[in-house]
């Protein structure tokens, strides 16, 4: 029976197959994996907010999109992943809330997209697959045997990434 | 100055009594319109880690309605009231005049009656807090969604989560007498807010 390994908010797990790594409820929150397919191993990260320094001091680096992916990205190097090989996926980054004046807490959820994009990119690593905004809260899953990304939500179904 | 996270207990008390005075008021508010006796416990006051507020309401994937309001004024807070999906649905058949059981997914009319209960319920939290403290506060229009806990409680988490780690919530639970409706009233002061919150009711 293969591991189902919980990632809370602001936190991350990484591990190999055949692990499952899972995060529940991630509303304008995103849910970035990596994956080495040949050595089969990879991470999960939840973030809340996509830069720490426009926040007051944290002691969880797992919280930010620019502190919490280069955590996780040496950390999935150490269990053996060549950074050459590591591919990225995504989703979350909703706006749960439709209001007409959205403030930028707001938006935090495509804010949150955008920074994770851009530091993936700045690290080397290919964002491959990719759901995000919408209105609707989202489980995610990532299979470190398949690296097969699973999104669930309550009302639009599942889909693999 | 007060210090948000290292608060007396005679501070959380005071605090307790905010939810209680304005949780109160509510519960005779929502205890009107549906007719039925609502009973509230004694209001939670905790300082809790932020990814574990999710739990309070039954863990992040537990479908529930929320109902968010932002509140302006001398104590900039959120508001959100949570209520598991069943109990969304009871209340709404309950103010529409239908059997029990018959709502099965909300339509536009149900969405609009609970956020109207939305309204009535941080109004009248509102004006309860007035009475007693005298800063007034007023309500912004209430947004709704139905959907995974830890998704709907991103919203006021995020903004707790760019000023500290931890998060100061003032909860009640609501109960109507039949066991039908149960709900979380959760203010939610914005970082800063708590010092005006506590001076205010004069235990600084």
């Known amino acids: 029976m293969a591991d189902l390994i919980k990632v809370g908010m602001a936190d991350y797990k990484v591990g190999r197959s055949p692990s499952t790594l899972i995060s529940y409820g991630l509303g304008s929150c995103i849910g970035v994996s990596l994956y080495d397919p040949q050595k ?6 939840h973030i809340m907010l996509p830069d720490s ?67 993936l990119r700045r690290n080397g690593i290919k964002v491959i ?33 | 100055m007060v210090d948000e996270f290292d608060l007396t207990p005679i501070q959380m008390d005071a605090l307790r009594e905010i939810g209680n005075i304005g949780a109160g008021n509510s519960a005779t508010a929502l205890s009107q319109i549906i007719n039925k006796r609502i009973d509230m416990n004694v209001p939670k006051v905790a300082l809790v880690p932020i990814e574990s507020v999710p739990d309070l309401v039954g863990g992040p994937d537990t479908i529930v309605v929320g109902i968010f309001l932002s509140v302006y004024g001398k104590a900039p807070s959120n508001i959100l009231f949570l209520m598991p999906q069943k109990s969304a649905f009871y209340l ?20 609009s009656a609970l956020m109207e209960i939305g309204n009535i319920l941080s109004g009248a939290y509102l004006n309860a807090f007035f009475n007693f403290t005298h800063i007034s506060m007023l309500p912004s229009i209430p947004a709704l969604a139905m959907d995974m806990a830890g998704a709907i409680l991103n919203i006021v988490l995020v903004q707790l989560g760019q000023m500290g780690d931890q998060a100061m919530v003032i909860e009640t639970e609501f109960l109507a007498e039949d066991d039908g409706i149960n709900g979380h009233f959760f203010l939610v002061p914005d970082p800063g807010s708590l010092g005006t919150l506590i001076k205010a009711v004069g235990v600084e």
């Open chain 1, 53 to 119: 320094t426009q926040a007051r001091a944290s002691d969880n680096p797992a919280k930010f999109a620019d502190t919490g992916i280069p955590l996780m990205l040496n950390e999935v190097i150490a269990l053996g992943a060549s950074k050459s090989r590591l591919v990225a996926k995504l989703a979350g980054g909703a706006q749960m809330f439709a209001f007409a004046n959205a403030t930028d807490i707001m938006r935090v959820g495509s804010r949150n997209a955008e920074a994770v994009k851009q530091i």
């Open chain 1, 40 to 45: 089969k191993v990879g991470g999960l990260l």
């Open chain 2, 92 to 111: 709404v058949d309950t103010l529409m005049g239908r059997e029990h059981g018959t709502t099965k997914k909300l339509d536009f009319m149900d969405e």
């Open chain 1, 129 to 161: 697959a990719e759901d995000t905004g919408g209105n609707y809260g989202r489980t995610v899953q990532i299979d470190l045997n398949t690296g097969v990304y699973k999104v669930k939500t309550i009302d639009r179904g599942e889909k693999d990434i």
